[in-house]
Nanobody, 125 residues
């Protein structure tokens, strides 16, 4: 059974950086997508960044492009999200997700069926 465990969240001031990690276990498929999503209080969950593990293609939301960088360590089966120049509007619960057969957009939460428990990111002004 696939498990995703996120870590690396915390509280930082605006302009600071954080690196989120998502360790995947029990996932045996060779082709799949992984992504980071976030949900702020009172808002819908939104896609932040995603990657096609087999092809290496990456996708970023416009709001984070140029500030966030996605990477994947195949040996550790871990997905990372390096977040720089953080803004108060980046405050949210960040989730990792994985999907073998993506039927929709890589940044659409509805495209994914397996999720982690989330890690909180709080950016103060």
């Amino acid at each position: 059974q696939t498990q995703l465990v996120e870590s690396g969240g915390g509280s930082v001031q605006a302009g600071g950086s954080l690196r989120l990690s998502c360790a995947a276990s029990g996932y045996t498929h060779s082709t799949y997508f992984m992504g980071w999503f976030r949900q702020a209080p009172g808002k819908e969950r939104e896609g932040v960044a995603a990657i096609s593990i087999s092809h290496g293609n990456t996708y970023y939301a416009a709001s984070v492009k140029g500030r966030f960088t996605l990477s994947h360590d195949n040996a550790k089966n871990t997905l990372y999200l390096q977040m720089n120049s953080l803004k108060p509007e980046d405050t949210a619960l960040y989730y990792c997700a994985v999907e073998e057969f993506l039927l929709g957009s890589p940044l659409a939460p509805s495209s994914y069926n397996t999720w982690g428990q989330g890690t909180q990111v709080t950016v103060s002004s």
